[in-house]
């Protein structure tokens, strides 16, 4: 795991090295055991190291192979690297390494952009073909590892993250008004390709950018699953019970490939505890696990201690608990909001940054339950959804998920900021549209999955344990186990409130109290209930003068948010004035003027 950034000239020019060096820097928390950089011709990287996997500086990056002709950057794990080394020795390819990021060299070497194809991981990546000056990007399958780009007809720039480009400078930073629309409609989610700012895109997931030493550049989509059935395991609920067991405990036997501890974020959900019970289940023994509550607040509760304590009891885990004082609340959100890519809504962003800090003082490497409730159906708009008929999935959809009417977030934004058509219902009806996905349900699942959670959990859960050099691994994403929960019948899913498979199998290896559990979440009472200093913290972001210039949101809307700040609520019971705050501090935070 580690954090890269890179320039291609396409004017005849040399890289700009000292915008490298910028990007490069703020890349750091990302990667602080190794820096390193490397330039030819029209090509320059960078490369911030967080030692996982091959511990010596043998696996330092960026990494060149003058044999093959080649160098690369990559972010990430590719948990089978040791079964695709000897598959490529038996080729007849010779190592220096014992790093993954060799196997992805060597692999490239071997079968170009299809090198992809047999990777089984979380990464995004450049590789340079030295005699060619071609450079090709890559990201994984579900867009865990992010990669943020800025191109005009001078030049491209990459890296981890979006604080980073800016770093490097000369990018256009005004606001994109459909990403802002989408903003406003998913509760701060922008999908890929956009960001909220106009010269900055992302690498969609499960693509392979060959880009061109004139800038020319052609993506290669390599992976979607179609969300139809699969015959062989028919409607028998024991066959599939068996089949995404078989498949999860595979996922989790995966992510322990590491030469440092791994450990477990341990909420006491389902999902994270059934990550702990197949752990125990392979002979993990002192497990590390961490769980981190906060005060309560307005009568609501801030931990769940009380599960993943009965978990950790349980298995016999090493149990480390954070409790967080609401005082330290202020801080914390500046620093989260600092760590954050692109702003994001959802309150746990702040739990998150805190856990983190305090588990990177144990271990480097950790797995979460991320991405069980878009995989396998456990959100509570899915039942309303799924009962529409196939053509009708997209309205199910934005009457369900939206926060807004467009004619209500039209309403509340500057004209300048506003677009004259609904661009949000427009990308669902799209995503919806596309062939396969036999119901209601499986089109809401595939576009949640693919298109929109790896811009809300998995990016939120990647920026905020990277911001202290932890790498967060999610067996829910890996792509097999993604497969099989995409061709899984509907009713599988849905029944019992959601995630039945999943919960049918944690009755047999779970306590029936956490399998029976209300759903929960990561609560930060201080922050969804606006609390002082919180709403202090808004208010000033608000009113200060950089605010009223940039003058996104209509005036009279924020100071009727700022008088009753826990009055208005989307559609989904979220908190308008934290959302409309979120932006506008994540623009101010990261100087974007």
């Known amino acids: 795991m580690c954090g890269l950034s890179g320039e291609v000239r396409f004017d005849g020019r040399r890289p700009d090295l000292a915008a490298i060096e910028r990007m490069t820097d703020v890349l750091e928390p990302r990667g602080p055991d190794g820096r390193g950089a490397w330039s030819q011709g029209a090509v320059a990287l960078g490369h911030r190291r967080l030692k996982i996997i091959d511990l010596s500086e043998r696996g330092a990056q960026p990494m060149t192979d003058a044999q093959l002709g080649l160098t690369a950057v990559f972010n990430g794990c590719i948990y089978n690297y040791r079964e695709l080394r000897d598959r490529l020795q038996g080729l007849g390819h010779r190592f220096f390494s014992r790093s993954d990021t060799e196997v992805l060299l060597k692999a490239y070497a071997e079968w170009g952009r299809e090198c992809v194809d047999p990777l089984i991981g979380m990464f995004a990546f450049a590789v340079v073909e030295h005699h060619t000056g071609r450079v090709v990007l890559g990201r994984d399958r579900l867009g865990i590892k992010p990669l943020y780009l800025t191109q005009d007809g001078d030049r491209l720039r990459f890296a981890s993250s979006l604080p980073a480009l800016l770093a490097g400078g000369g990018v256009d930073t005004s606001l994109d008004p459909a990403a802002l629309h989408q903003y406003l409609s998913w509760h701060g989610t922008v999908p890929a390709p956009r960001t909220v700012l106009a010269g900055v895109r992302k690498l969609p997931p499960a693509t392979v950018r060959v880009v061109e030493p004139d800038g020319a550049y052609r993506d290669h989509r390599y992976w979607q699953p179609s969300y139809t059935r699969r015959s062989e395991l028919g409607e028998a609920p024991a066959l599939w019970q068996e089949a995404v067991h078989d498949a999860l405990r595979t996922a989790v036997r995966r992510r322990t490939v590491a030469d440092v501890p791994v450990g477990v974020l341990l909420s006491g959900g389902l999902d994270s505890?059934?990550?702990?019970?197949?752990?125990?289940?392979?002979?993990?023994?002192?497990?590390?696990?961490?769980?981190?509550?906060?005060?309560?607040?307005?009568?609501?509760?801030?931990?769940?201690?009380?599960?993943?304590?009965?978990?950790?009891?349980?298995?016999?885990?090493?149990?480390?608990?954070?409790?967080?004082?609401?005082?330290?609340?202020?801080?914390?959100?500046?620093?989260?909001?600092?760590?954050?890519?692109?702003?994001?809504?959802?309150?746990?962003?702040?739990?998150?940054?805190?856990?983190?800090?305090?588990?990177?003082?144990?271990?480097?490497?950790?797995?979460?339950?991320?991405?069980?409730?878009?995989?396998?159906?456990?959100?509570?708009?899915?039942?309303?959804?799924?009962?529409?008929?196939?053509?009708?999935?997209?309205?199910?959809?934005?009457?369900?998920?939206?926060?807004?009417?467009?004619?209500?977030?039209?309403?509340?934004?500057?004209?300048?900021?506003?677009?004259?058509?609904?661009?949000?219902?427009?990308?669902?009806?799209?995503?919806?549209?596309?062939?396969?996905?036999?119901?209601?349900?499986?089109?809401?699942?595939?576009?949640?999955?693919?298109?929109?959670?790896?811009?809300?959990?998995?990016?939120?859960?990647?920026?905020?344990?990277?911001?202290?050099?932890?790498?967060?691994?999610?067996?829910?994403?890996?792509?097999?186990?993604?497969?099989?929960?995409a061709a899984c019948p509907p009713r599988f899913k849905l029944a019992q409130g959601g995630k039945a498979v999943l919960k049918d199998i944690g009755r047999k290896i779970l306590p029936p109290e956490v399998v029976d559990r209300p759903k929960g979440y990561f609560p930060v009472p201080a922050v969804r209930n606006m609390a002082e200093p919180v709403l202090a913290r808004v208010r000033t972001a608000l009113t200060a003068p950089e605010a009223r210039r940039r003058g996104i949101f209509d005036q009279s809307l924020v100071h009727e948010l700022l008088e009753a700040p826990n009055s208005h609520r989307t559609k989904r019971g979220a908190n308008t004035l934290w959302q409309v705050a979120s932006l506008e501090i994540w623009l101010q935070t990261h100087g974007i003027t």
């Open 273 to 485: 505890s059934l990550i702990v019970a197949l752990l125990a289940e392979e002979g993990q023994e002192g497990l590390a696990t961490f769980a981190m509550g906060f005060e309560a607040e307005n009568g609501e509760e801030g931990d769940e201690f009380r599960y993943s304590d009965l978990i950790a009891r349980g298995f016999s885990t090493h149990h480390h608990q954070f409790m967080i004082p609401s005082d330290r609340l202020p801080s914390a959100l500046e620093a989260a909001i600092g760590a954050m890519s692109e702003p994001m809504v959802s309150h746990d962003s702040v739990a998150f940054h805190m856990l983190a800090e305090q588990v990177s003082k144990e271990v480097k490497v950790v797995l979460c339950g991320q991405g069980a409730d878009e995989v396998f159906a456990g959100y509570h708009w899915y039942p309303q959804i799924a009962s529409a008929a196939r053509p009708d999935a997209d309205g199910a959809y934005a009457d369900s998920y939206f926060d807004r009417t467009h004619a209500d977030l039209t309403a509340m934004l500057h004209p300048d900021f506003a677009v004259g058509h609904d661009v949000s219902t427009e990308f669902v009806r799209a995503h919806m549209a596309a062939p396969g996905a036999t119901t209601a349900l499986d089109a809401t699942l595939r576009m949640d999955v693919h298109a929109l959670m790896p811009d809300d959990p998995v990016k939120r859960v990647d920026n905020m344990t990277m911001a202290w050099g932890l790498e967060a691994r999610v067996p829910f994403l890996d792509h097999e186990l993604v497969e099989l929960a």
